[in-house]
């Protein structure tokens, strides 16, 4: 249980174009989903928390104009990256919290290879 | 923003070893504390955790030692496989907003040799 989608798993995109990444909670409902970005050989680093029906919340520094996030529905969470540029390549982490049992456990996804050329 | 502090950078282990990798925190409201293993071009996947109250929790090789006092916990993975070559983040969760937050330490580079 508690898997979680990514779509796409990779993807390239021109300088300027945007680019919607979609997340998933495959076998569960998610009321609240988190967005991590990661460079090579470094951290995930958190962008903003999803909420289903409500504007996400983005960690400071984070251009809210920039990565749009909607969570639409109990399942699906969608980051767009907005006129992406070269320095927006990097690897999107999503995640889709689970509650049991009084516990708050993250599951995450497989994540997406963004290049932007 | 709160910090976990993880070393080693990297890590290269015998088969049959242990694995022993050490994260620091400073933040005393985290009250939550996973370990993740990620394999290239994937995303981590929660391999075991502790509460605050417990000082240790082993599930089959892994096993988390934590210590309060010090604001120190570490991972050790006994008999170390090939298979565990994967990079290792400690991370700490705060309950903030209705929910937890997680902030991840650097990551440890294992290399598991024959």
Redesign the interface.
Known sequence: GAV?S?HPSWVICKSGTSVKIECRSLDFQAT?M?WYRQFP??????MA?SNEGSKA?Y??GVEKDKFLINHASLTLSTLTVTSAHPEDSSFY?C?A?V?AGG?????????T?LTVT | ?QQVKQSPQSLIVQKGGISIINCAYENTAFD?F?W?QQFP??????LI?IRPDVSEKKEGRFTISFNKSAKQFSLHIMDSQPGDSATY?CAA?I?I?G?????????T?LKVEL
């Open positions: 979680v990514q609240t988190f050989k470094q951290s995930l680093m958190l928390t919340t960690e400071q982490i995640s919290r509650v516990r708050h456990e993250q599951y995450f996804g497989p994540g290879r | 923003q939550y996973p993740y071009g994937k995303g981590p996947a929660l955790a983040f969760s309950f907003g929910g937890n937050k997680l902030t991840f330490g650097t990551g580079q």
